[in-house]
């Protein structure tokens, strides 16, 4: 039977979008098919469903996601009664629920609906779709006495009414009262209650959403500066010295189009990072010169400059009664709304209420999930050598607001801080630290360490002095000596700038003989893992053999369970030659060492992968057709069967993840895309977690 979830509220304004987010991505770490069902809808886009659609990659067809719009509801409700009215709504849900293993259902929204005691309402749907509940109640401008009552009254009635009810959620509190209203909330709710402070950047417009509401014209601007949180606004009307004391960061600067003085100076101080502003939003229709213009994209390139015809005045007012939305066009936001509600729920608790029972499929959305909870569960900090890239820099964005790790960014600082301003990514935080090689205060200790460790080559402190710069030897000393507790590097440098330094410094693990890497090849419906695809081109039997062994303990830690396949162009004893011989000799290798391991080879890769293959190639096997550990003979055959894969079938390609290091350092595609380098250094501090056991 399909199970359900219902998040409703008991008044309007309670930012109930954000524990919708939380739940949905609670829910899609279980199941692979999760349908969305909205029983009323206002006329419009529906920007969370959007959000939803374009996230987590649903398929559901948005006519089947709504039962009625408010307008119908409340005329069925007037004129024939609401056994009648939740009748359509139960027949529409139902055609949902026959669909799919998990309903998430999103309440009605209290806004101007026109339908009596809406509560009730929810309640009655609630019930009727056999959907437990969650409760949400909006704290903003409250009290914590008030804030108490709410919750104590929205867990009331909901239960009175006959819900099953899971939890209670208070959000958009005041930051100096969560702690006040969740723990006097513990004690006076028989079920969970959790307690998600107010977030500003979450209500914050975009500068893309201030140009669209005011129908502004962008004169200048990227899609990046366009994506910014407004998180304040300053009136450009004072001369400038007492005008640039007056920014805070994330401002948008609004100000009448003939003050050239204040256009350039507001884009100076950004350039400057002093401070980072969202973008300047001129008034009265006027426009600055071509001269002016051309120096404001040179002072800051991507800062968006917006022409308005209204006053001053009258656009302020308009700009400070606005309120951003998450939507499928402000994925960061989504990013932070994500990050607050992990934080502050628990989320294993609550999905254990929840009851959903875990998928036997295992999607790249569901794995990807499943690595930023367990980095997140024992943080540790990541050092990212690349810290001036951009993919980096947003990669860096997205770990800090789903708050996974601690971070380290090597390089230039006011190179990285300007970048990172023009992009409206935020580094200021406690978890992120921003070190320049050059100049830093660890240089000349890294200098005699890394002498020390290379003295049999030759390698004086002078020239050490000059090594340790490079970033990516500099953060793989900060791991060897603690500072980080792993490394992510490569957008930009070669597979062997990144993992030269891991030998030279790191080494490798008593138990392991080389270093090897892992790709996690995440098909539609299973993870299977893929070595050596990256590193060693033409290991011997002992080598194949380490390989294998460690790619089985890669897999165990990241939730695959290990059947290993030693592959070849033969399978079982059809075949003979010296490439099957080495496989045929890493097989009785592992199998000495490691007899708890099941393995098969040498064995073709139809073989070790399909059932029916497997029935007629080895009928006794019990790794053939089920193979999860896929090791290659070699560097060519591995590499380019995961590149074919990769690309034909549409497959998430996760790696390279080096393996046998004794504290980790992985390496990155230079194609990486940000998400790729996200789960990359997401693996790399559930590596480093693993070598504190």
Same mark, same amino acid.
């Given at each position: 039977?399909?199970?359900?979830?219902?998040?409703?509220?008991?008044?309007?304004?309670?930012? =109930?979008?954000?524990?919708?987010?939380?739940?949905?991505?609670?829910?899609?770490?279980?199941?692979?098919?999760?349908?969305?069902?909205?029983?009323?809808?206002?006329?419009?886009?529906?920007?969370?469903?959007?959000?939803?659609?374009?996230?987590? =990659?649903?398929?559901?067809?948005?006519?089947?996601?709504?039962?009625?719009?408010?307008?119908?509801?409340?005329?069925?409700?007037?004129?024939?009664?609401?056994?009648?009215?939740?009748?359509?709504?139960?027949?529409?849900?139902?055609?949902?629920?026959?669909?799919?293993?998990?309903?998430?259902?999103?309440?009605?929204?209290?806004?101007?609906?026109?339908?009596?005691?809406?509560?009730?309402?929810?309640?009655?749907?609630?019930?009727?779709?056999?959907?437990?509940?969650?409760?949400?109640?909006?704290?903003?401008?409250?009290?914590?006495?008030?804030?108490?009552?709410?919750?104590?009254?929205?867990?009331?009635?909901?239960?009175?009414?006959?819900?099953?009810?899971?939890?209670?959620?208070?959000?958009?509190?005041?930051?100096?009262?969560?702690?006040?209203?969740?723990?006097?909330?513990?004690?006076?709710?028989?079920?969970?209650?959790?307690?998600?402070?107010?977030?500003?950047?979450?209500?914050?417009?975009?500068?893309?959403?201030?140009?669209?509401?005011?129908?502004?014209?962008?004169?200048?601007?990227?899609?990046?500066?366009?994506?910014?949180?407004?998180?304040?606004?300053?009136?450009?009307?004072?001369?400038?010295?007492?005008?640039?004391?007056?920014?805070?960061?994330?401002?948008?600067?609004?100000?009448?189009?003939? =003050?050239?003085?204040?256009?350039?100076?507001?884009?100076?101080?950004?350039?400057?990072? *002093?401070?980072?502003?969202?973008?300047?939003?001129?008034?009265?229709?006027?426009?600055?010169?071509?001269?002016?213009?051309?120096?404001?994209?040179?002072?800051?390139?991507?800062?968006?400059?917006?022409?308005?015809?209204? !006053?001053?005045?009258?656009?302020?007012?308009?700009?400070?009664?606005?309120?951003?939305?998450?939507?499928?066009?402000?994925? =960061?936001?989504?990013?932070?709304?994500?990050?607050?509600?992990?934080?502050?729920?628990?989320?294993?608790?609550?999905?254990?209420?929840?009851?959903?029972?875990?998928?036997?499929?295992?999607?790249?959305?569901?794995?990807?999930?499943?690595?930023?909870?367990?980095?997140?569960?024992?943080?540790?900090?990541?050092?990212?050598?690349?810290?001036?890239?951009?993919?980096?820099?947003?990669?860096?964005?997205?770990?800090?607001?789903?708050?996974?790790?601690?971070? *380290?960014?090597?390089?230039?600082?006011?190179?990285?801080?300007?970048?990172?301003?023009?992009?409206?990514?935020?580094?200021?935080?406690?978890?992120?630290?921003?070190?320049?090689?050059?100049?830093?205060?660890?240089?000349?200790?890294?200098?005699?360490?890394?002498?020390?460790?290379?003295?049999?080559?030759?390698?004086?402190?002078?020239?050490?002095?000059?090594?340790?710069?490079?970033?990516?030897?500099?953060?793989?000393?900060?791991?060897?000596?603690?500072?980080?507790?792993?490394?992510?590097?490569?957008?930009?440098?070669?597979?062997?700038?990144?993992?030269?330094?891991?030998?030279?410094?790191?080494?490798?693990?008593?138990?392991?003989?080389?270093?090897?890497?892992?790709?996690?090849?995440?098909?539609?419906?299973?993870?299977?893992?893929?070595?050596?695809?990256?590193?060693?081109?033409?290991?011997?039997?002992?080598?194949?053999?380490?390989?294998?062994?460690?790619?089985?303990?890669?897999?165990?830690?990241?939730?695959?369970?290990?059947?290993?396949?030693?592959?070849?162009?033969?399978?079982?004893?059809? !075949?003979?030659?010296?490439?099957?011989?080495?496989?045929?000799?890493?097989?009785?290798?592992?199998?000495?060492?490691?007899?708890?391991?099941?393995?098969?080879?040498?064995?073709?890769?139809?073989?070790?992968?399909?059932?029916?293959?497997?029935?007629?190639?080895?009928?006794?096997?019990?790794?053939?057709?089920?193979?999860?550990?896929?090791?290659?003979?070699?560097?060519?055959?591995?590499?380019?069967?995961?590149?074919?894969?990769?690309?034909?079938? !549409?497959?998430?390609?996760?790696?390279?993840?080096?393996?046998?290091?004794?504290?980790?350092?992985?390496?990155?595609?230079?194609?990486?895309?940000?998400?790729?380098?996200?789960?990359?250094?997401?693996?790399?501090?559930?590596?480093?977690?693993?070598?504190?056991?």
């Amino acid at each position: 039977m399909t199970r359900s979830v219902y998040v409703t509220g008991i008044d309007r304004g309670d930012g =109930r979008q954000v524990v919708e987010l939380g739940v949905m991505e609670l829910l899609t770490r279980q199941v692979d098919r999760v349908g969305v069902f909205r029983p009323l809808v206002h006329d419009g886009p529906d920007r969370l469903f959007d959000l939803l659609r374009a996230r987590y =990659r649903l398929l559901q067809d948005p006519a089947d996601v709504y039962g009625l719009d408010y307008g119908e509801a409340s005329a069925i409700q007037a004129e024939q009664g609401t056994d009648e009215l939740v009748s359509r709504l139960v027949e529409r849900f139902l055609r949902v629920a026959r669909e799919y293993e998990v309903v998430l259902v999103l309440g009605s929204d209290f806004a101007a609906t026109q339908l009596p005691d809406e509560l009730a309402l929810n309640a009655r749907l609630a019930n009727e779709f056999a959907a437990s509940v969650i409760a949400v109640v909006g704290g903003k401008g409250q009290s914590a006495e008030s804030v108490r009552a709410e919750a104590r009254n929205a867990h009331r009635a909901y239960e009175v009414l006959g819900c099953d009810v899971l939890s209670v959620i208070v959000n958009r509190v005041a930051a100096e009262d969560r702690e006040e209203v969740s723990e006097g909330l513990k004690s006076q709710l028989p079920v969970p209650c959790y307690v998600l402070p107010d977030e500003p950047s979450l209500v914050a417009p975009t500068v893309s959403q201030i140009a669209r509401a005011l129908g502004g014209t962008v004169l200048l601007g990227d899609d990046s500066g366009l994506a910014r949180d407004a998180l304040d606004f300053v009136i450009g009307g004072a001369m400038l010295p007492n005008f640039l004391g007056a920014l805070t960061p994330g401002c948008v600067v609004v100000t009448p189009g003939d =003050r050239a003085d204040i256009v350039v100076g507001a884009l100076a101080a950004h350039s400057a990072g *002093t401070p980072p502003i969202a973008g300047v939003l001129l008034t009265l229709g006027e426009r600055p010169g071509a001269s002016i213009l051309t120096l404001a994209a040179k002072l800051a390139p991507g800062t968006p400059v917006i022409s308005v015809s209204a !006053g001053s005045f009258p656009t302020a007012t308009e700009l400070f009664g606005m309120e951003g939305k998450l939507s499928a066009e402000t994925p =960061r936001k989504a990013e932070t709304a994500l990050g607050l509600f992990e934080r502050h729920v628990d989320t294993a608790d609550l999905l254990d209420r929840m009851s959903v029972a875990r998928s036997g499929r295992v999607t790249p959305m569901m794995f990807e999930h499943e690595l930023l909870e367990r980095a997140r569960a024992h943080r540790k900090r990541v050092v990212l050598p690349e810290g001036a890239e951009e993919r980096v820099l947003r990669a860096a964005d997205v770990l800090i607001r789903r708050d996974v790790c601690d971070l *380290t960014l090597l390089g230039d600082v006011d190179v990285i801080r300007k970048k990172s301003a023009d992009l409206g990514i935020d580094l200021g935080g406690e978890s992120t630290q921003l070190i320049d090689p050059d100049t830093s205060g660890l240089r000349q200790g890294f200098a005699e360490r890394y002498a020390e460790l290379r003295a049999h080559r030759g390698v004086t402190v002078e020239l050490a002095y000059d090594v340790v710069v490079d970033v990516n030897y500099f953060g793989t000393l900060m791991v060897e000596e603690g500072l980080a507790d792993g490394m992510v590097s490569g957008t930009v440098h070669s597979t062997a700038a990144t993992i030269r330094p891991a030998f030279e410094i790191i080494k490798t693990k008593a138990e392991a003989s080389i270093v090897s890497s892992v790709f996690f090849m995440c098909l539609a419906d299973k993870v299977l893992v893929y070595g050596d695809c990256a590193v060693n081109p033409d290991p011997n039997a002992e080598q194949l053999a380490d390989i294998a062994v460690q790619a089985a303990a890669t897999a165990a830690k990241f939730g695959v369970e290990p059947r290993i396949a030693m592959l070849s162009y033969s399978t079982g004893t059809s !075949g003979s030659g010296a490439d099957v011989d080495k496989v045929r000799e890493a097989t009785t290798l592992v199998r000495a060492a490691r007899p708890d391991l099941r393995i098969e080879g040498p064995i073709q890769y139809d073989a070790a992968v399909s059932p029916s293959v497997a029935a007629t190639k080895l009928p006794e096997s019990e790794v053939a057709g089920q193979a999860t550990v896929l090791i290659f003979p070699d560097l060519n055959t591995g590499n380019n069967t995961y590149k074919a894969v990769q690309r034909s079938a !549409g497959v998430v390609a996760v790696g390279p993840v080096l393996q046998g290091l004794r504290k980790p350092v992985n390496d990155l595609s230079r194609g990486a895309l940000v998400q790729d380098i996200v789960t990359t250094v997401a693996i790399t501090a559930i590596q480093a977690q693993g070598e504190d056991a």
